[in-house]
Every structure is written in structure tokens, then in C-alpha cells.
């Protein structure tokens, strides 16, 4: 049947979001993916879309950052066919450039292993979205946190 069929793809299905404190964690990390992506940045850019590109760019990010924080199974066809509509919708655009599987994966994967406590990826793709330079320090400070988790009224 059809299941067979889904488990052969290999699917990336995130079972939960990650846990309150590390939403916010999660979602920079997934804005940081979604202002990587070069196809949705070229959108932007060359105004392919009908109206503020950087307005709906932002958006969909926001629309993929919530369902990701919803409390349920999450799919990755589900995330592919929400950036596929925005792309052919708001920017005229048709992916075929494998990006927009890549972009599912990696967003699902940081839902999974935020979820799991896990957050090295999220900051290490924060990171580099924003060039590397004084942002290693602030990770850093992070994980110290994260770790030192008997100490947090020095948070802000």
C-alpha cells in the first residue's frame, strides 16, 4: 500500500516542535535557512513577485516557522507543497533546482533535533546566515547557557 511507498522516499517526519524555550532558537535558525535560500532571495531581488516580495519572502517564513511550532507530525511533502504554492504563487516561480526539498529537510531536521534539546545546528546555521563574524561568540554564550541550565537569571 501506500505506506510502503512513503517509508521507501524516506520521508523526514518531525514528530513535535521543540520545546518553548527553544522556539525561539528555532525559529532564527529556520529564518536563517529561508535567507540562504538563493532561489527565494533571487525572487526578491528581481521582483518576480506581484507585490513586496521581501513582505511575502517574510511571510512565508513566518508560515512555515508556525506550522513547525504546531503540535503534530509534520511531514516533509507537507512543508514542499507550502513553499511550492508560495513560489509558483506569490513569485511566478517553478523550483527545480532540488532547493526546495533541500530547504524541507533541513527545516524539519533543526524541528527534530531542537525538539530533542539539540541545538547545534540551529546556531551554527544562524551563524553563517548572518556572515560568521561576531555571531560564534553569541553560539557560544548560547550553549554555555544551555548547559549551565542551574544558572539562568543572567539571560538578558
Do not use: H
Not at 69 to 98: M, R
Amino acid at each position: 500500500g501506500p505506506t510502503c511507498v512513503c517509508e521507501m522516499a524516506a520521508q523526514v517526519v518531525a514528530a513535535g516542535p521543540p520545546p518553548q524555550d527553544g522556539r525561539e532558537v528555532f525559529a532564527a535558525a529556520v529564518r536563517a535557512v529561508f535567507s540562504r535560500w538563493t532561489l527565494l532571495r533571487l525572487a526578491v531581488d528581481q521582483g518576480w513577485s506581484d507585490g513586496d516580495g521581501s513582505a511575502q519572502a517574510g511571510a512565508l517564513v513566518e508560515t512555515v516557522v508556525a506550522m513547525l511550532l504546531a503540535e503534530k507530525k509534520i511531514y516533509q511533502d507537507e512543508v514542499e507543497d507550502v513553499l511550492f504554492d508560495a513560489l509558483e504563487s506569490k513569485f511566478n516561480a517553478v523550483a527545480e533546482d532540488g532547493s526546495v526539498e533541500e530547504v524541507s529537510t533541513v527545516v524539519l531536521r533543526l524541528r527534530t533535533e531542537c525538539a530533542a534539546g539539540d541545538f547545534a545546528t540551529a546556531y551554527d546555521i544562524i551563524a553563517k546566515a548572518e556572515g560568521g563574524t561576531n555571531t560564534t561568540t553569541v553560539a557560544a554564550q548560547c550553549v554555555g547557557q544551555a548547559d549551565a541550565s542551574d544558572d539562568d537569571d543572567d539571560d538578558d
